[in-house]
């Protein structure tokens, strides 16, 4: 065991992936689960002695992963997602770890899959994030959605081996349905900042996403896999800024979200 804090957000335990929490296990005796959903954990029964479960109201990506640091045994935390599993080059890497250098960061590789298949390319295959630190020098952003890590000057990163497994989304439907929703709040964000749609944002910015992403990043390469989320982001982008300037001429804050559309990464 290392003295590291496994912070885990989801809307239903019974979504969270039984190895994701096998994989936890094998790091910490400290696991923490928030979740806003009302199911209670029947599909893990026989691992509720592995983890502490607090049920939280949503109030945003940022602030419910740092409600889940306060509640952490340990200063390091490790930071994930119901549909993510940390692989064992990762495991194997976090153990070796000097624990007393608190100012530095871990920069993780992501590995993301669309269905089953593991995508090598595009955005996606490009994908990292900081997700082990220690609390007592950082905390997330709490906007309501793309939060980050905020991170002081004296801050040190590093890559550390190893993946996080993320699976992100089973169909096209379903990668639609959560583009559609992080577009409303990219947007509902956007315009809580003082943002403004013009024309570069609302028919540049979308076209130019799905060659970067299709073309540059050569997401061709994934085949129909990567031509569904290069379309589906570009579309997505294009929501997010029509809706920005729907909100920005009605001059009010909308579309509305709630706890019933929250969904998983």
């Not at 340990?74 to 549909?83: T, V």
Request: hydrophobic share 35%; proline share 3%.
């Amino acid at each position: 065991m290392v003295p590291v804090s496994v912070v885990i957000i989801t809307k239903n335990v019974a979504a969270i992936i039984e190895e994701c929490l096998q994989k936890a296990k094998t790091l910490t005796d400290d696991i923490i689960i928030i979740c806003n959903g009302n199911d209670e954990d029947s599909a893990n029964a026989h691992l509720q002695n592995s983890y502490k479960l607090f049920k939280k109201p949503w109030e945003g990506y940022g602030t419910n992963k740092n409600k889940g640091i306060k509640e952490a045994k340990y200063n390091w935390i490790l930071s994930i997602d119901a549909d993510e599993i940390p692989d064992d080059e990762l495991i194997r890497a976090i153990h070796k770890i000097d624990f007393d250098d608190a100012n530095t960061v871990y920069d993780i590789r992501f590995r993301s899959y669309f269905g089953c298949k593991p995508v090598r390319f595009g955005s996606w295959g490009r994908d990292h994030h900081i997700r082990l630190f220690n609390r007592a020098f950082t905390e997330w952003s709490e906007t309501i959605v793309h939060e980050t890590l905020i991170l002081p000057s004296i801050i040190t990163k590093k890559r550390i081996d190893g993946s996080i497994h993320h699976y992100s989304v089973k169909n096209v439907q379903e990668f639609d349905s959560k583009g559609r929703y992080y577009a409303q709040l990219g947007a509902k964000n956007y315009f809580l900042a003082g943002k403004s749609a013009g024309f570069i944002k609302l028919y540049i910015s979308p076209v130019f996403g799905f060659f970067k992403n299709y073309i540059l990043y050569l997401g061709f390469l994934d085949g129909r896999e990567g031509w569904d989320i290069a379309r589906i982001t570009a579309k997505n982008t294009r929501r997010k800024y029509l809706l920005l300037s729907k909100m920005e001429t009605q001059g009010r804050n909308q579309p509305a979200t709630n706890d019933s559309l929250v969904v998983e990464y």
